[in-house]
């Protein structure tokens, strides 16, 4: 079996007959099952529960462990341990625990959305039992129990219904439609329908809405709906986040280019140097110690939380902190329709009556619109017709528009809420007492009411306009009464249907005063008003958002639980797809994974989806080479959402399920939020790579320094007393200079035109042309400065018949500090990967100025104040002021270097363009 075909596994109960139904349970249902039978079944079958294994606690951490880059930390610190190096060690155990720590925290996700899986299991239900009604633990319900539904029970099982009485559940919880659906027991003849077709099941974890009903359970447990997609989550692989993979690749072959330096320092120091095996060694951890960029994980989870935060200021709030910069590398994102990329708030667009068509405009639930006829603006009011259609749609109804916190909203039924707005929009005010009504129900489709009047009663019906059309023999025609013509008005409701509106008919009736009930036989001789056709119109930040993905390079496509052609005329007004054809469900269940790989890239619009088809769609694409952003609100969309590289969860409307399984929660419920967390994760990216960019040429410079002074060893003394730094300088430069001053880059601006780049290549490694020519570049600077530092201000000191120890010690601080004044401006030109120094505002970023000043006041008292007060762990000795004019002036020789070869290389491209990467 394949992976894709796992919700797809269970038997066709919809497609049977109640009669088969119930004779493969053998169960006579007004007796129920005996007490004898329910306890063989629960042996043979097991208990109605969802269980799942936990990964302890202590495991979980543990496995924050497993990263290349942290094997070698934790190498180097056991060997500095055990060199007695007891703070270098310390340092490096510090950041390692810290980084397991974070990880740890962000761990668990798919186990939390099993556990809020298992809550949605019942408690206790009403069962037929030895020809009793029983309340039993839920647990104990077993495959052919009799189950009584009322108003407000929640499903505790998958129910064949043999028996409805008004019966509408709210599956929400299961597939996120808001909408309740009317239940039947009539079985359904198409094959593979998805569980929101299925309107003789009732799906274990959904709500009674209204009426009651009675079912024959046919799955429990892992056998249920919900079971099947727990146990697809769980053995669903959530996808590795892009950077991850990056970092990994990038981590390996940072590790091997430092063993092998490692291992030339060793034979170097021993052979050519003439140390001693243990020096060498010695010598040989501090190259590596220089070269490996111990602050980097911490950088790293302190840029995406910072991302998670700007983030959640746009209404995305994130769960896993990878997520950030993976949706910024997306490829494809899948939304849902309803909600996301529409209002959710059903709108009156179109009134058919008196034989003429009016457009509405206004969306949404605010009050506010015009009318047209033939693109001429008309006053309702005086419009008899339409006044009367918009007046029974407002009053044979039991929806309410309020306005809170200067929002409107409706209190009932959508659809309901539709027709109130649009009488409210023509200021239709008049208020008719309600004698009696007829409630909507799904077997009469229609509601009716009767309201008391001046010199007649009224009743008014809405409801099927086939339903209302059987019930009328005039219809109303510029005031006037005339005989109907259901040919006109059909075709009518089918060119609205056409167009993706819901349509709904209107008719009235006089009756005399004292009529103060109604019955359905008092709905005869009706006279037809009108029709008004409503859609969830799309949201007009989505249309905005839709047209930048399209710049971004990034494609959008609609996966929706409703019609074929209302999702076309959606995504039509959206501009998603090139209105090429629908993929439906049944389409999807036909097609075997290879097919769907080879129209996956063509297709942009998919409606009437099951569960499977969103995780079939989004691995196919993944396939493909995307990187997937889906987003879900039911608990069907579990799966797809852990599946995909980026699971999107409505905040809203979404399920706990799909919001514990999501790696970010839209707070809004807004596709307008997710294009602007697009934004948000490119711009982190961006950050990441001026941080990895800056915070290399340091190990590099370092590592250039450590072995050019051991190879140096033959011909200069200098080098054969002491290396230029210390392992302690070495390691503070590593984890504070570095990391401080790294920092503030990640709070840079955003800079213009994020969304009118291409997404980057998913295969494209971080150190691409650009680092290496920027890191060699700056790791030569820096060597080269502090090597000439430590030189011409140490060589004296072995230069007489004793070492001048203090003297040394001088050098090695003024060649400690070089490498951070060098560090301090490289920082000015790593603002920006697109602008050069000169043209950006140096205070722009005040974060980068305090962190300068910051570290250059720091530095200062290393050196002139800790060594007086006998605390000098860096091994520090002052050196003449006079020293820091060199320093200074080798630090921003190093800026103009840097500002030359990218003004050099920004020309060779002018000529050859494509060379490489440049700055403006």
Request: contains cysteine; aromatic residues 8%.
């Amino acid at each position: 079996m394949t992976e894709s075909s796992k919700l797809q596994d269970s038997s066709n109960w919809y497609q049977l007959p109640v009669n088969k139904v119930i004779d493969s349970f053998s169960v006579d249902t007004s007796l129920g099952l005996s007490s004898s039978e329910a306890k063989t079944r629960l042996e043979k079958y097991g208990y109605n529960e969802l269980k799942f294994k936990k990964q302890s606690a202590i495991v979980r951490f543990f496995l924050q462990f497993r990263s290349s880059l942290v094997y070698v930390l934790l190498l180097a610190a056991i060997v500095t341990a055990s060199l007695e190096m007891w703070i270098d060690s310390a340092v490096i155990f510090i950041v390692v625990i810290a980084n397991a720590i974070i990880g740890f925290i962000q761990e668990g996700k798919a186990e939390a959305s099993m556990e809020v899986l298992s809550k949605m299991m019942v408690l206790e239900c009403t069962v037929r039992r030895d020809d009793e009604h029983k309340d039993i633990p839920a647990r104990e319900l077993v495959p052919g129990d009799i189950v009584l539904l009322e108003e407000g029970d929640r499903v505790p099982a998958d129910l064949r219904l043999f028996y409805v009485r008004d019966l509408s559940i709210d599956e929400a919880p299961l597939t996120g439609e808001s909408v309740p659906v009317d239940k039947t027991t009539e079985p359904l003849m198409n094959p593979d329908l998805p569980p929101g077709d299925q309107r003789c099941i009732a799906f274990s974890g959904t709500f009674v809405s209204r009426g009651t009903g009675h079912g024959i359970v046919v799955a429990t447990a892992h056998q249920t709906e919900i079971g099947r997609i727990a146990e697809l989550m769980k053995e669903t692989k959530a996808e590795a986040a892009p950077l991850m993979k990056k970092m990994a690749q990038f981590t390996r072959v940072l590790i091997i280019a430092i063993l092998i330096l490692a291992a030339i320092n060793l034979v170097l120091g021993a052979t050519l140097g003439g140390y001693d095996l243990v020096y060498s060694f010695l010598a040989s951890v501090s190259l590596a110690v220089a070269a490996i960029p111990e602050g980097l994980p911490a950088i790293l989870t302190i840029a995406l939380a910072a991302g998670a935060r700007a983030m959640a200021k746009r209404n995305a709030l994130i769960r896993r902190l990878p997520a950030v910069e993976t949706l910024g590398s997306a490829t494809v994102i899948c939304s849902d329709k309803t909600g996301t990329l529409t209002k959710s708030e059903m709108t009156v667009v179109r009134i058919y009556c008196g034989k003429k068509t009016y457009n509405v405009t206004g969306s949404g639930y605010d009050p506010t619109g015009e009318f047209f006829l033939n693109k001429e603006k008309v006053i309702p009011l005086s419009e008899i017709d339409l006044a009367e259609t918009l007046s029974a749609g407002l009053l044979c109804n039991s929806a309410f528009l309020r306005q809170t916190n200067g929002k409107y909203e409706i209190s009932g039924d959508p659809t309901e809420g539709a027709l109130v707005v649009s009488g409210t929009k023509a200021g239709i005010t008049e208020a008719m007492l309600r004698l009696d009504q007829i409630p909507f129900g799904s077997e009469h489709r229609y509601m009716a009411t009767l309201h008391m009047h001046t010199d007649a009663n009224i009743i008014y019906v809405k409801g099927s306009p086939e339903r209302v059309l059987s019930m009328c023999k005039m219809q109303l025609v510029n005031g006037n009464v005339e005989p109907v013509e259901p040919r006109l008005i059909s075709n009518m409701v089918e060119e609205m249907a056409g167009d993706a509106l819901r349509v709904l008919g209107l008719a009235y009736k006089r009756v005399a005063t004292d009529r103060t009930s109604l019955t359905s036989a008092d709905l005869e001789d009706m006279v037809f008003i009108g029709l008004q056709g409503m859609i969830d119109p799309p949201r007009e930040e989505a249309i905005d958002a839709v047209r930048k993905c399209k710049r971004a390079g990034i494609r959008v496509i609609m996966i929706t639980g409703d019609h074929a052609k209302t999702a076309q005329a959606i995504a039509t007004q959206l501009g998603i797809g090139d209105g090429s054809a629908v993929l439906t469900g049944e389409d999807l269940s036909r097609m075997s994974d290879d097919e769907l790989y080879r129209v996956v890239e063509q297709v942009s619009v998919y409606a009437r989806v099951a569960p499977v088809d969103k995780f079939r769609v989004t691995t196919q694409l993944q396939k493909r080479g995307h990187i997937v952003a889906m987003t879900g609100d039911g608990v069907n969309d579990a799966p797809a959402l852990k599946a995909a590289d980026i699971g999107v969860a409505m905040g809203f409307k979404g399920t706990d399920v799909s919001r514990e399984a999501a790696d970010m929660v839209l707070v809004d419920d807004n596709f307008a939020s997710i294009v602007a967390a697009v934004e948000e994760g490119r711009h982190v990216f961006e950050n990441i790579r001026k941080v990895i960019l800056y915070t290399l040429p340091t190990n590099g410079g370092q590592a250039i320094l450590v072995i050019g002074a051991i190879m140096m060893i033959p011909f200069i003394p200098l080098f054969a007393e002491r290396l230029p730094l210390e392992p302690i300088q070495i390691l503070w430069i590593n984890l504070y200079d570095a990391v401080a001053l790294a920092l503030p880059l990640l709070w840079e601006a955003r800079e213009e035109g994020l969304l009118d780049r291409a997404p980057r290549n998913p295969k494209e490694p971080i150190a691409n042309r650009l680092f290496f020519r920027k890191v060699i570049l700056v790791s030569l600077i820096m060597a080269g400065a502090a090597f000439a530092v430590y030189y011409g201000f140490g060589n004296i000191a072995v230069s007489g018949a004793e070492i001048d120890e203090t003297r040394l010690t001088q050098a090695q601080t003024a060649a400690f500090l070089t490498v951070m004044m060098v560090h301090i401006f490289y920082l000015l030109t790593s603002r920006s990967l697109t602008k050069s120094t000169f043209k950006m505002n140096p205070f722009s970023n005040k974060l980068v100025t305090v962190g300068i000043s910051v570290s250059i006041i720091l530095h200062l008292l290393l050196v002139y104040a800790l060594p007086r007060v006998g605390f000098n762990p860096f091994r520090i000795e002052p050196f003449p002021a006079q020293w820091w004019g060199i320093i200074v002036a080798l630090g921003f020789t190093g800026l103009l270097l840097v500002e030359l070869e990218e003004f050099a290389v920004g020309k060779l491209i002018r000529l050859f363009p494509g060379i490489t990467e440049k700055k403006e």
